[in-house]
């Protein structure tokens, strides 16, 4: 049985536990306000690009692209965005068990966030690269993974390439999702992540003729690595408002629990306290009638 005096020091050392935790849930709380202002800012510029993409491409005639272009090879190359840092709850883990169903042989890893690259070279598997971004993700830095995927993509080293991420609903709810990144294909409206229905290609509205300068090869060879380019920068601005919301969560849960842990504590330490001083008065009484 404890003493009051190890009870003492369970109860300090979890207050301390609690004071640090209830620290992370603000910074947590901060940090997911921002996020989840940039992704949600992010999403209508996403969605409205996508939707020129698709209403362009429906008027043209015979336009193609590399990266359009499908392949019979099972061979693929998946973009797993993950985080830097734990104390997350069960983001990562949630998202490391999709990843765990791939296929070792047919699959090449391209990973974002240290905790992903970590999770790869512990089972063994195909790393082709590694990527870091920060808090407030950049551009450029979704341009710099875009860009390798293209790479690879339009060498032949893969016949297409995914992207599995966590897909932020709301504070409390983040989904592992896994969305189709190359090849293009056939336009869609896709607007990674976000809460509304993909838009197939449109067909040709009547006689309705859109001109393009200097050509629509031209052009819309620059819009798509660009709208590539925009995809990836939202994932990793989803990535990250899942991230904050994830921790801030469970920060809130790990201090909850530690103040029930300190009222417990103190409910054990107050009763054996109690039971010493009973066990006390009755020496004392039983001492003095002895003595007469």
Avoid: W
Avoid at 2 to 9: E, H, L, V, W
Avoid at 51 to 62: D, K, L, P, Q, V
């Amino acid at each position: 049985m404890p003493s009051t005096r190890d009870i003492r020091r369970r109860i300090k050392s979890v207050k301390n536990t609690a004071q640090i935790t209830k620290a992370m849930q603000m910074v947590a709380a901060a940090k997911m306000r921002r996020a989840q202002q940039a992704a949600l800012v992010g999403r209508p510029y996403a969605q409205l690009l996508n939707e020129i993409m698709t209403e362009a491409a429906a008027h043209t005639i015979g336009f193609d692209h590399p990266l359009m272009q499908s392949r019979a090879g099972g061979k693929r190359a998946v973009i797993v965005v993950g985080t830097d840092r734990g104390l997350c709850g069960g983001l990562n883990s949630n998202l490391f068990r999709e990843a765990s169903k791939l296929d070792k042989n047919t699959t090449v890893f391209v990973t974002a966030g240290r905790k992903a690259s970590q999770f790869v070279a512990r089972t063994k598997r195909n790393l082709a690269a590694e990527f870091s971004f920060k808090d407030t993700p950049q551009f450029s830095e979704a341009r710099a993974i875009s860009k390798f995927a293209q790479d690879l993509f339009l060498k032949g080293d893969v016949d297409a390439v995914d992207i599995l991420y966590p897909r932020f609903i709301n504070t409390l709810m983040q989904q592992p999702q896994t969305v189709p990144f190359l090849p293009i294909g056939k336009l869609a409206a896709v607007t990674a992540g976000i809460n509304a229905p993909k838009q197939e290609l449109a067909d040709s509205k009547g006689d309705e003729v859109f001109e393009f300068e200097p050509d629509e090869e031209t052009v819309l060879g620059e819009l798509l690595p660009h709208s590539l380019n925009f995809q990836m920068h939202q994932i990793l601005l989803e990535t990250k408002a899942s991230e904050q919301s994830a921790r801030m969560v469970a920060m809130k849960n790990a201090t909850d629990n530690a103040k029930q842990i300190i009222k417990d504590l103190t409910l054990e330490y107050n009763k054996l306290r109690q039971a010493n001083i009973t066990k006390e008065l009755l020496e004392i009484t039983t001492a003095q009638m002895a003595v007469g």
